[in-house]
């Protein structure tokens, strides 16, 4: 049974600082990557990386703030967040996709997480 289990959102000023996990169990994948909706709005990228290369993609609105990573051995990925604004609030999903290719759609992503909340405050 394939499944992704998202830990470490909460509540944070702005300014601060919060780090996601993404558990994956049941396979292996090629790319793993972090979506966030927004209150209100549409399904967003935030970041991808490449499970075999390490190579990653963000979206603009993160880079230099957000940093994605995984774990080999414990077939996690990381989502570390700094420098948080209030428009980074929005309920974050791990996905993950068997090919080993970013996408920044993510319809090419066949296995989701059950989302976890991040709420900056002002």
């Known amino acids: 049974q394939v499944a992704l289990v998202e830990s470490g959102g909460g509540l944070v000023q702005a300014g601060g600082s919060l780090t996601l996990s993404c558990a994956a169990s049941?396979?292996?994948?090629?790319?793993m990557a972090w979506f966030r909706r927004p209150p209100g709005k549409e399904r967003e990228f935030v970041a991808a990386?490449?499970?075999?290369?390490?190579?990653?993609r963000y979206a603009d609105s993160v880079k230099g703030r957000f940093t994605i990573s995984r774990d080999n051995a414990k077939n996690t990925a990381y989502l570390q967040m700094n420098n948080l604004k209030p428009e980074d609030t929005a309920n974050y999903y791990c996905?993950?996709?068997?090919?080993?290719?970013?996408?920044?759609?993510?319809?090419?992503?066949?296995?989701w997480g059950q989302g976890t909340q991040v709420t900056v405050s002002s």
């Open positions: 990386i490449n499970w075999n290369s390490g190579s990653t």
């Open positions: 996905a993950a996709r068997q090919v080993s290719g970013i996408s920044y759609n993510s319809v090419y992503y066949d296995y």
């Open positions: 049941g396979r292996t994948f090629g790319t």
